[in-house]
C-alpha cells in the first residue's frame, strides 16, 4: 500500500511539473491592450503597424472580449486595430502567436514584420513569429476585420513554442466520439433552396414541380430556408427577413398552404430525397404571439425591455433558454414537424446562442420519432457529441479566396483538418460549402467572389475533401446575382448549362466513390503545393486522387505518389490517362484547372 502511495505521489509530482513547465513556455497576452477604431480603413495606407508609428492616443482595453463593449461601437462593423507589448527572455526553440479566437479576420504584425493572415470567426489559429520576434520587448499589432455583429480578440492570445501548439489547440472533445449518424447523413448532398429567388413564383408547387431536375443534379437532401410567416413590426426590407418568424406552427403564405407544403414533402420521399427546414430557435419576430402571451420567455434589459440579440439584429426578439416553459415549448413544435408533417430533420441557425443541453434534449426526443439530420449553423465541437450530425465549415470558406488570391498556400486546407482533430469529437461531419445564402447576399455570388472558374474548382474541392457537400440554389446555372435576404430576386436558370454538368458529374463521383463519403485522406507531395493542392481519399479497394491548381498560372505539377500508388490513373472528367513512373506522375494544369483521378481499369 505504501509502496502504491509513493508510485502514486511520483505521477502526481511528474503531471503538476509537466503543466508548470508547460505554463512557463506560454507567454499570455491577456489583460492590457490599446485599441483604435478604423472607420475609413486607412490604417494600412498610414501603417499603423510600423514601429515608429505614434498611439499614444489609442484607447486602452482589455482583451480578450468583444469591442461592443467599448463606448459608441455596440453596433460597429469593420476595421479596429489593437496593439500592446510583449518581452520574450530568450528564443531557444521556434515560436509562435496563437489566437483563441478573432471576430473574424486578422492580420498580425511583429516589430512592423507582417507575420500572417487569418480569415474566419471563431477557430483557434497560429502563426509563426520566428523571423520577426527578438530577445527583449516586441510589439504586437493586430488589424481585426469584422464582417457583422460584435467584433474583437474575444479569445486569449499566446506567445508559445511552436511544438507545443498541438496543447493549445486540443480541446477535451477531440478524446470523444461523435455522435453516430445514419448513413443517409453520411451519404448527404445538401441543396439549400431559397423560396423567393428558385421561381419566378416563389412558391412550394413551383418548387415541387422540380424536384426530379434536383435528384437528377444529384441532391438527395432538400434544405429549405424558414417557410413560416415573416413578421411585420420593424420589418428589414419590402419582404421582411425569413429569419424573423412570426408564427412557428404556420406556413407563410407568401409560399402556400400547409397542404402545399404535405404534398411537397410527399413529393421528395416518392423520389427517395429527404427534408430539412430552417430552425430558428433563438428569436422571433416582434409580433410572434408568444412575446405577448409568454413575455417571460424573452431576454429582458436592466430596465425590463425585451431587447433584440444584438443591436443590428432590429427585427427580432431574443428569446430566453432558463424558462423551462420554453424549451417545452420549442420542443413540441419541433416534434410536431417531424412526426405530423414529416420532415426530416432541421438546420438550426445561430445554434451557438442556444444553449447546448437545450438541443441535447430535443434532438433525443426527436429521434424517438425517426432518425433525423441536425445541421448547426455553428463551429463548435461539443455540438457533436450528443446534439449534431453537421456543422458549418466556415474554417474552410473564409480560406479559399486568401488561396485563390495567392496571398495563402495551398496546404492549408491539409492544416484544417488536423487542426479540426484537434478540436472535435472523432468522426464529425462538417459541412463544406463555397457559397450560401448569407455569403452570397453579403459577400457575393461563388462567381464574383472566386471568378467562374474559381466557382467551379471551389465546388470540386468542397465534393472531393472530408465531409458534407453543399449546393446553394442557383450554383448549377454559375448565378451572378445577389439574392438579399429581403427582397425578391430571380435565378436566370436558362444559362451556363456547363456548371450544371459538373454538378452532375460531382454528385456522381460521390456516389460512386464510398472514399469521398468516409474514405482516409492522406496529402500528396507535389513540386509546387503553395499553388497546388493534392490528396488522395481512399476505403477499402477504392481510391481517388484529385489536384486543384489554385495559382494564377497555368502550371506543370510533379506529383510524388506512394509506392503502392498505381501506375496508370484516369481523369473522371476527360477520361485522359496519367502514368506514374518511379512513384511520379507529371500533371499539366491551368490556373483553377483541376483532375480527380481514378486508378485506371487497364491497371487493376
Not at 558 to 572: G, P, Q, Y
Request: net charge negative.
Amino acid at each position: 500500500m505504501r509502496k502504491t502511495l509513493v508510485k502514486l505521489t511520483i505521477v502526481l509530482l511528474i503531471l503538476v511539473q509537466g503543466e508548470h513547465a508547460m505554463q512557463k513556455k506560454l507567454l499570455a497576452l491577456e489583460g492590457k491592450w490599446i485599441f483604435q477604431v478604423d472607420s475609413l480603413n486607412k490604417g494600412l495606407s498610414e501603417q499603423w503597424y510600423s514601429t515608429t508609428y505614434d498611439r499614444s492616443k489609442w484607447i486602452e482595453i482589455e482583451v480578450p472580449g468583444y469591442w461592443d463593449r467599448y463606448h459608441g461601437m455596440a453596433t460597429y462593423d469593420g476595421v479596429g486595430w489593437y496593439a500592446r507589448t510583449a518581452e520574450v527572455k530568450d528564443i531557444i526553440q521556434p515560436l509562435s502567436i496563437f489566437f483563441g479566437g478573432v471576430d473574424d479576420d486578422a492580420d498580425v504584425w511583429v516589430n512592423g514584420m507582417k507575420v500572417g493572415t487569418h480569415n474566419g470567426y471563431s477557430e483557434p489559429f497560429s502563426m509563426p513569429i520566428d523571423q520577426a520576434v527578438k530577445v527583449g520587448k516586441n510589439e504586437i499589432v493586430v488589424r481585426v476585420n469584422d464582417r457583422s455583429g460584435p467584433g474583437g480578440i474575444y479569445k486569449p492570445v499566446t506567445i508559445v513554442p511552436t511544438s507545443e501548439l498541438g496543447q493549445l489547440l486540443r480541446t477535451r472533445y477531440a478524446e470523444m466520439e461523435a455522435k453516430k449518424s445514419a448513413e443517409w447523413v453520411k451519404d448527404a448532398i445538401i441543396y439549400e433552396v431559397y423560396l423567393r429567388s428558385f421561381s419566378k413564383e416563389g412558391t412550394l408547387k413551383a418548387l415541387e414541380s422540380r424536384i426530379p431536375e434536383l435528384k437528377k443534379l444529384g441532391a438527395n437532401v432538400i434544405w429549405l430556408m424558414p417557410i413560416h410567416p415573416v413578421g411585420k413590426i420593424h420589418r428589414k426590407g419590402l419582404l421582411g427577413s425569413p429569419y424573423s418568424v412570426q408564427d412557428y406552427y404556420a406556413v407563410n403564405p407568401e409560399f402556400g398552404t400547409l397542404e402545399d407544403f404535405k404534398s411537397l414533402i410527399h413529393t421528395l420521399h416518392h423520389h427517395g430525397l429527404k427534408i430539412i427546414i430552417d430552425l430558428v430557435a433563438n428569436h422571433t419576430a416582434w409580433d410572434n404571439p408568444m412575446l405577448k402571451e409568454h413575455p417571460e420567455w424573452y431576454t429582458h434589459d436592466a430596465s425590463g425591455k425585451i431587447i433584440p440579440p444584438n443591436p443590428d439584429w432590429t427585427d427580432v426578439a431574443d428569446l430566453n433558454y432558463d424558462s423551462q416553459e420554453l424549451r417545452k415549448y420549442m420542443i413540441t413544435m419541433m416534434k410536431y414537424w417531424v412526426r405530423d408533417i414529416e420532415i426530416d430533420g432541421y438546420r438550426c441557425d445561430v445554434a451557438e446562442l442556444v444553449p447546448t443541453d437545450f438541443w441535447e434534449t430535443a434532438i433525443e426526443e426527436l429521434e424517438t420519432i425517426k432518425p433525423v439530420l441536425m445541421l448547426s449553423e455553428g463551429t463548435l465541437p461539443e455540438h457533436h457529441v450528443k446534439a449534431f450530425d453537421l456543422t458549418y465549415s466556415w474554417n474552410m470558406y473564409d480560406v479559399l479566396e486568401k488561396v485563390i488570391r495567392d496571398s495563402t498556400p495551398a496546404t492549408i486546407f491539409h492544416d484544417l483538418l488536423i487542426t479540426e482533430s484537434y478540436q472535435f469529437p472523432r468522426g464529425s461531419l462538417r459541412m463544406r460549402f463555397n457559397t450560401n445564402h448569407d455569403k452570397n447576399a453579403w459577400d457575393g455570388p461563388a462567381v464574383e467572389k472566386f471568378t467562374p472558374q474559381g466557382a467551379k474548382a471551389t465546388a470540386v474541392l468542397m465534393f472531393t475533401y472530408p465531409g458534407v457537400p453543399l449546393i446553394y440554389n442557383g450554383e448549377e446555372v454559375g448565378n451572378n446575382k445577389k439574392l438579399g435576404l429581403f427582397e425578391k430576386t430571380d435565378i436566370d436558370w436558362s444559362k451556363n448549362a456547363d456548371f450544371r454538368m459538373l454538378y452532375e458529374k460531382l454528385s456522381l463521383l460521390r456516389k460512386q466513390h464510398l472514399a469521398l463519403v468516409n474514405g482516409s485522406y492522406s496529402a500528396v507531395q507535389n513540386s509546387d503545393s503553395k499553388q497546388v493542392l493534392s490528396f488522395i481519399r481512399i476505403k477499402g479497394e477504392d481510391s481517388v486522387l484529385v489536384v486543384l491548381n489554385f495559382g494564377p498560372t497555368d502550371i506543370k505539377v510533379n506529383m510524388v505518389l506512394s509506392s503502392n500508388s498505381n501506375n496508370m490513373w484516369k481523369d473522371f472528367f476527360t477520361n485522359k490517362i496519367y502514368e506514374s513512373t518511379s512513384r511520379r506522375c507529371d500533371i499539366a494544369l491551368p490556373s483553377l484547372g483541376f483532375v480527380v483521378l481514378n486508378p485506371s481499369p487497364k491497371d487493376r
